[in-house]
């Protein structure tokens, strides 16, 4: 690890707990020293670690959210659909879910650290590079759920003083599984050093940070990294030579790749 972060002295609460980057993540926040209260509407796939509990729950439920909030020190919100979407599936648990989130963070006085994503600004040329204030571009109804968790961060900062950090994360995956990775890849030790810096700084407002890794071929730069003293350590640049170059279709032109074809009518 080599950082020498505090350990908060409450429970951390991870919702999305079963989920593939919850999943990642829980290990290495153990592995901190840090207390963790865990949440998914599924249940927990692995073994339970010492210094944490499991309590289902779904994200429509606001008294629920309510409750779990309760004693924390903080939200780490991982969870909701993450497939491409339809207005329907993202409405329960990535638009209302946010929603309870950022309530049961005002109501207890905590930081929400947010799983964005790079969906946000998916439909942006590769040609583009963006800094964290270019214009949204989602590329799906995941992506626009995304970007209404953003506005609900930076409405509950401006109104409450509620403080978030919102992560665009990339591709969190063990290694890059394809081109486009040499440009999105984040692995999940930067991943998790992203997630313990936000959770940890002293102070954030409503900060946002590219979820990536340091690679060369990246798209995305000038974000608020420095307010919670992140950098990644690690890079897909090693990776280069396994991949062949990009063709023209729609996921290859855009930053969001394949999101982009879903429902594509353009041309
Ligand atoms: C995401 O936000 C998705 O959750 C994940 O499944 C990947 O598709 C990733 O983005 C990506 O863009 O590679």
Known sequence: MNDDLPIPSLPVLITGASGKLGRDLIPSLIARG???????????????????????????????MLRLAQGCACIVHFGG?????????????????????????????????????????????????????????????YGLSKVFGEMVARFFWD?????????RIGS???????????????????????????????????????????????WWQGDDRARIGWAPRDSADAYQSQFPPPGDSPADRFQGGGFCEIGYTRG
């Open 172 to 218: 969190c995956f063990p290694e890059p599984k394809q081109e486009r990775m040499l440009a999105t890849w984040l692995s999940r030790e930067d991943m998790a050093r992203l997630v313990a810096h936000s959770v940890t700084a002293a102070s954030t407002g409503c900060a946002v940070v590219w979820g990536v890794s340091n690679n060369r071929a990246s």
């Open 159 to 167: 109104r409450n003083g509620v403080e978030s950090v919102s992560l």
């Open 81 to 141: 659909l993450v497939e491409y979407g339809t207005f329907e599936t993202v409405l329960g648990p990535n638009l209302r879910g946010v929603h309870h989130v950022f309530e049961a963070a005002l109501a207890h006085g905590l930081r929400v650290v947010y799983a964005s994503s790079n969906h946000v600004i998916g439909f942006h040329e590769r040609e583009t590079v963006l800094d964290k204030d270019c214009t949204y571009r989602p590329d799906s109804y």
């Open 34 to 64: 840090w207390r963790l209260r865990l949440t998914d509407i599924a249940p927990f796939p692995d073994p339970l670690p010492a210094n944490a509990e499991f309590i289902a729950a779904d994200l429509n439920d606001r008294e629920a």
